[in-house]
């Protein structure tokens, strides 16, 4: 008989991409490198590849509370991970599972945009996820351009979104990336006024699944315990890792190898 311990269980809400860079794939994997049991939930299909999104299709809401209280109900959930939800249906779905799970750390990726700059949602899905979502959240990690369209500033600083969207959200996670500076500074904001910012030598290339890879390892890190702060060193040390360390199977973006190679030997 099998004896060992459960690792923690996180479940993911998130999108599925066919190319495995970004979504569920994405999810499973970077949870697996953190010693985490990932459940992942479906919430929309997309039609993508490591260039671009063309296309995707939200979910029935009744699918995915089926999917998600099959596994509540089975397992003692840690951390809950949301990626893409498309829809401000969607979120009012999260919300109500949320209701099932008090205590559980909410992260919070919003994912409006692919990495080839295509829409995943309506202009009103950022509204909801800042109004809705953001009050329930331990942690949201929207890259720049993210913080912009939710804090509703298109020229505003990493600085400028994080007062804007504090009142909604007790810590955010603002990454970096999206300029030209020589190092990377992902800020770490608090409602309390502390704030942290981990800088990272800049990569080269584009990466595709990148902000899911963080979000997942950091409500790894939080299933397993770890503080807050440590535990976004962690996931953005891993993440930059990953980048690193980053492949080319198609044509477009870089996808980053969350799992060594020789993990499955």
């Not at 810590?171 to 770490?188: F, P, S």
């Amino acid at each position: 008989m099998n004896t060992y311990n459960s690792r923690p269980v996180v479940l993911c809400l998130s999108g599925h991409d066919p190319s495995g860079g970004a979504g569920l794939q994405a999810d499973i994997e970077a949870l697996l490198a953190q010693g985490c049991h990932a459940a992942p939930t479906v919430t929309a299909l997309t039609v993508q590849d490591t260039v671009n999104v063309s296309d995707f299709h939200v979910l029935d809401r009744d699918w995915v509370l089926a999917q998600a209280r099959a596994v509540i109900a089975d397992m003692p959930v840690a951390a809950v991970k949301l990626g893409m939800l498309g829809s401000t249906e969607m979120v009012d779905t999260v919300l109500e599972l949320m209701q099932a799970l008090p205590g559980v750390p909410l992260v919070c990726d919003p994912v409006l945009r692919a990495g080839g700059g295509g829409a995943l949602g309506k202009d009103e899905v950022g509204y909801a996820i800042r109004e809705r979502l953001f009050p329930v959240a331990a942690i949201a990690t929207p890259n720049l351009p993210e913080a912009r369209i939710l804090a509703e500033l298109p020229e505003g600083s990493a600085d400028e979104c994080a007062e804007r969207l504090l009142p909604h959200i007790e810590h955010l996670l603002i990454t970096g990336g999206h300029g030209d500076e020589a190092d990377v500074h992902n800020r770490l904001y608090s409602r309390d006024g502390s704030r942290h910012t981990f800088p990272c030598p800049r990569l080269p290339g584009s990466y595709h699944g990148s902000g899911c890879t963080l979000a997942s390892a950091l409500a790894g890190r939080l299933a397993l315990g770890e503080s807050l702060v440590s535990a976004v060193e962690s996931a953005l040390a891993y993440t930059w890792r990953t980048l690193r360390d980053a492949e080319r199977p198609g044509q477009g973006q870089y996808v980053p190898r969350r799992l060594p190679l020789d993990f499955c030997s």
